[in-house]
């Protein structure tokens, strides 16, 4: 390799050396402040009764475990060494609670925007499945299934491997597909077909709902009425507004890293240079902290465009504290 190749592949390293270590920190105190006030708002006695917001609360928990587990000794590499590259079981575990974690808080966001359909609609039946009790069993069943899809990362996960983009990571091209094809449907593909197809319904049901209100005798009860419209207005607009920034952002994070992972996938068995590999090990690598922005997101999210409920909640928790 000639000396200015090699230079070149330097230059790739050192700049992945960076990303790591400046940009994992950003997110991840982006993410923890967050995801602590997300916790803290929903908590408050106003919310936590709700259904939906029982979903986004422990959303919300699932967000703080993946970032703190995956972002953490990322965060240290830089400083001291990472016994989760050296260690097999270290590795194991670690890898395990990230997709795990990740998978239970995209799903838990997807099952919040069927409850947000079922509550919304007319069928009384289905509006009492939108429940907190139902919920809670979702979670569970949600929190079961997510571990039982990557059991497999006991087997197929080592440490010390030196031709992956990462040292602790699949060992063979089969645990790697396996690994990656699980975690790009079940995590983010088929989570954010869910918030699309009943996000879309869930407005259908409002609008019919906000027609059926236009269509009443307003010689009855017409201040009634006319609040009932004007609260549906709201409801319908930072509905639109949320579900809308919620699936953009979701898709904006994380199918990045699913395309990345496609074309890695594709191309796993072609020879590479050095400085291929190089440049593939920083895309991975940028993507992959990327995607973690959506774990992190909600709470500004929620801050932003949830309307007075949620800074409401919030203000009154920041003037309890400073009592």
């Avoid at 982006?30 to 408050?44: A, D, H, K, P, Y």
């Avoid at 029982?54 to 959303?59: A, G, K, N, P, Q």
């Avoid at 087997?155 to 975690?183: F, S």
């Avoid at 904006?252 to 593939?280: C, G, M, R, Y």
């Amino acid at each position: 390799m000639m000396a200015s190749n090699i230079d070149v592949v330097n230059s790739w390293n050192a700049a992945t050396t960076l990303l790591n270590r400046y940009f994992s920190i950003s997110i991840f105190f982006f993410g923890i402040v967050g995801n602590i006030l997300n916790i803290l708002v929903l908590s408050q006695r106003n919310l936590r009764s709700n259904s939906c917001a029982f979903l986004f609360l422990m959303s919300s928990v699932a967000n703080l475990v993946a970032i703190f587990s995956g972002l953490f000794t990322r965060t240290t590499s830089g400083w001291t060494a990472d016994l989760t590259n050296t260690i097999t079981w270290l590795c194991q575990i670690r890898t395990f609670v990230v997709f795990a974690s990740r998978t239970v808080a995209y799903c838990l966001v997807a099952l919040a925007t069927v409850d947000r359909y079922l509550s919304s609609c007319t069928n009384v039946r289905r509006r009492q499945m939108s429940s907190l009790k139902n919920t809670r069993q979702g979670t569970i069943l949600i929190l079961i299934f997510s571990c039982l899809l990557y059991v497999q990362m006991f087997y197929c996960y080592e440490a010390n491997l030196l031709d992956a983009p990462l040292r602790c990571y699949g060992k063979t091209i089969a645990c790697r597909l396996i690994t990656d094809l699980t975690y790009v449907f079940f995590a983010n593909i088929i989570p954010l077909i869910v918030m699309l197809c009943f996000g879309l319904l869930t407005i259908i049901n409002i609008t019919q709902t906000k027609h059926r209100v236009n269509h009443i005798d307003l010689s009855h009860s017409s201040d009634v009425i006319r609040h009932s419209q004007r609260h549906l207005k709201k409801i319908d607009h930072y509905l639109l507004i949320m579900l809308s920034v919620q699936v953009a952002l979701f898709a904006l994070f994380t199918l990045p890293q699913n395309i990345q992972k496609f074309v890695a996938l594709a191309e796993i068995n072609q020879p590479k240079s050095k400085l291929d590999t190089a440049i593939e090990n920083f895309i991975f690598n940028f993507f992959l902290l990327f995607a973690y922005l959506a774990n992190g997101m909600t709470f500004y999210i929620n801050t932003l465009f949830g309307g007075s409920v949620f800074r409401n909640e919030l203000m009154k928790l920041v003037r309890g504290k400073c009592r």
